[in-house]
């Protein structure tokens, strides 16, 4: 585990471009620059172009390629939250940008990619980040609202009508947050997303997420939206049971399904099996 992820090299300045709409950036962020070089590595070798998001409440960093009617959306996971049990990261970019680098290997022709609030930018760049945003508030509304507005954006530069959601871990429970307020959403995968997070937090015996919203409590909305909820039968992060606590609470059973994979754990091993599960079928049957 890397005790310092701080880069003492310049920051190069940004840029403005399409249309003042966004910002194109080459800004890693002093702070884990070494992560964001590292990200965009990543993104580059796949073709993604990049651009920082403003919105109401934090700019996001995205990564994005294609245009077209449907696009499909990665949204990071929780990244760096905690540095141990107790004590909260000084910075929640992630050490593997998982929800990237399956991004990277898929291949639709209009591909998004969307980080956390605070990941990869410099805080003084991010107004308003503390660490309440990537722990007890990390699914709060004004992440949900701010991801949303995000697609609002993409929308334009994609020239999307509607979009496929992708989430990994914590960004599997924003993706359902945000498709249950959206009616531009046609699908919704997550992969090892804690989709009951009060389940989830009493089965690691820690607080709840008393500023978050928990997607399960938000089923009813998605009742009739196709969604495939990937899970690794090994994962001592995200264990099956919180994933079917969720399809529980769906109101028909018709538009979801779980898949759990033998021998697969949190964050190992998903990007070389992806292409392979994006290929399971994904739709709605016997639905009144």
């Not at 609470?249 to 979801?256: V, W």
Request: aromatic share 8%; net charge positive; charged share 20%.
């Amino acid at each position: 585990m890397a005790t310092d992820r701080r880069d003492a090299g310049r920051c190069p300045a940004l840029r403005r471009g399409l249309a003042g709409l966004l910002l194109l950036s080459t800004l890693a962020g002093c702070a884990g620059a070494g992560l964001a070089d590292r990200a965009d590595t990543v993104a580059r070798a796949a073709g993604f172009q990049r651009l920082i998001i403003p919105t109401s409440a934090f700019p996001l960093l995205a990564y994005v390629k294609g245009g077209g009617p449907i696009a499909r959306v990665y949204i990071e996971g929780d990244g760096h939250a905690w540095r141990d049990r107790y004590t909260p990261s000084d910075d929640p970019t992630p050490w593997d940008p998982v929800a990237l680098k399956l991004a990277a290997v898929d291949p639709s022709a209009t591909v998004a990619w969307l980080a956390r609030p605070c990941q990869y930018l410099l805080k003084d760049n991010s107004p308003g980040c503390a660490p309440t945003w990537w722990t007890d508030r990390r699914y709060h509304e004004s992440v949900i609202a701010s991801v949303s507005e995000a697609l609002d954006r993409l929308r334009i530069v994609l020239r999307a009508g509607r979009f496929e959601l992708v989430g990994f871990s914590g960004g599997g429970s924003v993706a359902a947050l945000v498709a249950a307020r959206r009616n531009d959403i046609a699908s919704l995968r997550t992969v090892a997303a804690n989709l009951d997070t009060t389940l989830w937090t009493a089965l690691h015996h820690v607080s709840p997420l008393d500023g978050s919203l928990n997607p399960a409590d938000f089923a009813t909305r998605l009742g009739a939206l196709p969604q495939l909820h990937f899970v690794g039968a090994d994962d001592p992060v995200v264990e099956p049971a919180v994933t079917q606590s969720f399809l529980a609470r769906l109101p028909t059973a018709g538009c979801a399904a779980a898949v759990v994979i033998p021998g697969i754990g949190h964050g190992v091993a998903w990007r070389e099996i992806w292409p392979d599960l994006l290929r399971f079928p994904i739709g709605c049957r016997n639905v009144s």
